[in-house]
């Protein structure tokens, strides 16, 4: 069972990676999937994330105090509108725009309302 969290936590970590260059991915709920995974499969790996000086304090804000930094949200919310931009510009039909908005309207409600 160790070797099916490590294998989650390594591809978590990989997609966060790549999250912090392709813009409209996310970067922490990545680091902090592959935080839970290492927890159940690598001791080292989860010190190693957690203490790490880039990846480390997004993962220890929300662990601590659910906290989101003012700039991710910024980012989190200028992607999000990119998105829905993208959208409207592709002419999507307006059932799917009306989905798409009710979603990332939760999502942006989400992460304005942790706390900073």
Request: hydrophobic fraction near 55%; glycine fraction near 6%.
């Amino acid at each position: 069972m160790r070797f099916i969290w490590l294998f989650f936590g390594i591809l978590s970590l990989l997609s966060g990676l790549i999250g912090t260059v392709v813009p409209l991915l996310p970067t922490v709920p990545f680091l902090l999937l592959a935080t839970f995974c290492f927890a159940r499969s690598s001791e080292r790996l989860h010190h190693w994330l957690i203490t790490h000086p880039s990846l480390g304090p997004p993962i220890l804000h929300w662990q601590e105090n659910g906290a989101i930094h003012p700039r991710a949200k910024r980012l989190a919310t200028v992607s999000i509108l990119a998105v829905f931009g993208l959208s409207l510009a592709m002419g999507l039909s307006l059932g799917l725009l009306a989905l798409q908005a009710s979603i990332l309207s939760c999502v942006l409600l989400f992460i304005w309302s942790r706390p900073s």
